[in-house]
């Protein structure tokens, strides 16, 4: 679903794409805007779990438009559910383009994390502060 409007939320990351993050078409390779949204996201999953976390999972990212090189890449993570250590995070990409202030969302997914704890396995979530 297209919308032109980005989450009512603080972006988790801001960033320029550059030329040495495109592919040969002169778009900027998906993997490096996924790679920014698990950034992103990490980010968020270890703010909420006070801790270690892993991604376990990414489901249903779509890639809407390209982002081209100058473009700024916002990121945005909201936390959508939670278990005993795992953590959902519905995470969008929207784009700026360099000579103008349009925003279009260019993809979004569904990571899930999991807190670990000191040993590498999965812990329980601390209580919400």
Known sequence: MQTDIPPDADPAIRTIAMSSDTNPAGD?????????MDLAAGSVAARYARGRCVTVAIDKIVFVEPVKVG?????????VETGRSSMKFEVSAWRRMCDGEDVRKVTGALFTFVALGSDGRPRPLLPAK
């Not at 900027?28 to 920014?36: D, E, K, T």
């Not at 473009?71 to 936390?79: F, I, M, N, R, S």
């Open 71 to 79: 473009d700024e890449v916002t990121v945005y993570a909201l936390l």
């Open 28 to 36: 900027i390779f998906g993997g490096w805007l996924l790679s920014q």
